[in-house]
């Protein structure tokens, strides 16, 4: 991914941080998938993974998730501290919204019957908070010890190899987690994330995958004219469903074993961050795209209400892939590779893409 996207102002700042959130979302899941894990990691651990696996795309987007929005009372302390200062002497914001909010407190005292006055420390501490550093704390990789610690939490302890193209790290069980980020040619093609996740089996050779496109949504309704959604949807369907992967090779669905249908290909929405203040919250539905293409036909919106019963949870989502429920049928490496000539899939050029793969040895 081209980190200049995040940190580009030609470019709307909600939609760079909506795809950056994207990708966040994307990381955490792959973690919860490699590790099996009962609990998605905290977005503080999935920022310090980002941080290690690439340091340049987690410097251009944590400015993102940190920069708050500007309210009435921020434009006024920047304007009164640049009024103050001076060639001689700079004033800073948080100098004034400091020496206004004392005398503030002085006239309150703690008296709650003073509701106008109360309203407005509350403004003037909110201001302040808006000039103060970031609370997560984007610089723990700097301790190594405590750095550490976190990383055994979930579970990556190991970085076995890394270049320009990818990472690994090792895994429980003999297994590995490689992860790479694929870079669009230029920035204005970014137009969401993407998730591609992989089970590779050396000894058997042999490979499973899903599909996941995250889209931003409003935690009610996904317009499907919204951005390039329709089209996205259109080539998942394309190069997957219509091709057969999910099918095993009798052309079914559903193989002679009980599971799932071979769904290898879901939409997920992810929640908008307001601000960068805001909590991050994302919902966890996984809708497959068989059932997305359905909704198209007689609706003008994804939503909550009709979605129900058509999606996965994030509680089971991760169980069921790994369990071998859902995803692609058992393709044999030779496919595998034919599979991503035929669709020139990883040089695709308009989404920002997280190619992970977990390596049996």
Same mark, same amino acid.
């Given at each position: 991914?081209?980190?200049?996207?995040? $940190?580009?102002?030609?470019?709307?700042?909600?939609?760079?941080?909506?795809? *950056?959130?994207?990708?966040?979302?994307?990381?955490?899941?792959?973690?919860?998938?490699?590790?099996?894990?009962?609990?998605?990691?905290?977005?503080?651990?999935?920022?310090?993974?980002?941080?290690?696996?690439?340091?340049?795309?987690?410097? *251009?987007?944590?400015?993102? %998730?940190?920069?708050?929005?500007?309210?009435?009372?921020?434009? !006024?302390?920047?304007? +009164?501290?640049?009024?103050?200062?001076?060639?001689?002497?700079?004033?800073?914001?948080?100098?004034?919204?400091?020496? @206004?909010?004392?005398?503030?407190?002085?006239?309150?005292?703690?008296? !709650?019957?003073?509701?106008?006055?109360?309203?407005?420390? /509350?403004?003037?501490? #909110?201001?302040? &908070?808006?000039?103060?550093? /970031? +609370?997560?704390?984007?610089?723990?990789?700097?301790?190594?010890?405590?750095?550490?610690?976190?990383? @055994? &939490?979930?579970?990556?302890?190991?970085?076995?190899?890394?270049?320009?193209?990818? +990472?690994? !790290?090792?895994?429980? #069980?003999?297994?590995?987690?490689?992860?790479?980020?694929?870079?669009?040619?230029?920035?204005?093609?970014?137009?969401?994330? &993407?998730?591609?996740?992989?089970?590779?089996?050396?000894?058997?050779?042999?490979?499973?995958?899903?599909?996941?496109?995250?889209?931003?949504?409003?935690?009610?309704?996904?317009?499907?004219?919204?951005?390039?959604?329709?089209?996205?949807?259109?080539?998942?369907? #394309?190069?997957?469903?219509?091709?057969?992967?999910?099918? &095993? !090779?009798?052309?079914?669905?559903?193989?002679?074993?009980?599971?799932?249908?071979?769904?290898?290909?879901?939409?997920?929405?992810?929640?908008?961050?307001?601000?960068?203040?805001?909590?991050?919250?994302?919902?966890?539905?996984?809708?497959?795209?068989?059932?997305?293409?359905?909704?198209?036909?007689?609706?003008?919106?994804?939503?909550?209400?009709?979605?129900?019963?058509?999606?996965?949870?994030?509680?089971?989502?991760?169980?069921?892939?790994? $369990?071998? %429920?859902?995803?692609? /049928?058992?393709? $044999?490496?030779? @496919?595998?590779?034919?599979?991503?000539?035929?669709?020139?899939?990883?040089?695709?050029?308009?989404?920002?893409?997280?190619? *992970?793969?977990?390596?049996?040895?």
């Amino acid at each position: 991914m081209d980190e200049k996207y995040f $940190s580009n102002s030609e470019f709307e700042e909600t939609d760079r941080r909506d795809i *950056a959130f994207q990708l966040v979302n994307a990381l955490r899941e792959v973690v919860s998938i490699s590790k099996k894990m009962n609990q998605p990691i905290s977005y503080e651990q999935t920022l310090d993974l980002l941080s290690d696996f690439s340091p340049e795309t987690y410097d *251009a987007i944590v400015p993102l %998730m940190q920069r708050k929005n500007e309210s009435d009372w921020v434009k !006024y302390f920047k304007e +009164k501290a640049d009024a103050l200062s001076s060639d001689d002497k700079v004033v800073t914001p948080i100098e004034v919204i400091n020496e @206004e909010l004392s005398e503030l407190k002085k006239i309150t005292n703690g008296r !709650y019957d003073k509701r106008f006055l109360n309203k407005r420390v /509350r403004d003037y501490e #909110n201001a302040l &908070d808006y000039f103060s550093p /970031r +609370k997560i704390s984007e610089h723990k990789i700097l301790n190594r010890d405590f750095y550490q610690t976190e990383r @055994e &939490d979930f579970g990556i302890i190991e970085t076995l190899y890394e270049d320009e193209e990818h +990472k690994d !790290y090792r895994l429980d #069980n003999n297994k590995i987690l490689r992860l790479r980020l694929i870079h669009p040619d230029r920035p204005e093609h970014i137009i969401g994330a &993407d998730l591609i996740y992989e089970h590779l089996d050396t000894k058997n050779k042999n490979v499973r995958f899903l599909h996941m496109q995250y889209k931003t949504w409003n935690n009610k309704s996904l317009n499907f004219k919204a951005g390039s959604l329709d089209e996205q949807i259109n080539k998942l369907e #394309n190069i997957l469903c219509k091709a057969g992967y999910c099918k &095993d !090779y009798d052309g079914k669905r559903i193989g002679r074993f009980y599971r799932l249908p071979y769904c290898c290909a879901f939409l997920r929405p992810t929640s908008k961050m307001q601000n960068s203040d805001s909590k991050m919250v994302s919902t966890g539905m996984h809708i497959p795209v068989c059932q997305v293409k359905e909704l198209m036909e007689t609706e003008k919106s994804l939503t909550k209400d009709n979605i129900k019963g058509k999606n996965i949870s994030y509680k089971i989502f991760d169980e069921l892939f790994n $369990s071998n %429920m859902i995803g692609s /049928r058992v393709l $044999s490496f030779a @496919e595998h590779r034919k599979f991503y000539e035929d669709n020139d899939l990883l040089d695709n050029r308009n989404i920002v893409r997280l190619h *992970a793969q977990e390596i049996r040895l």
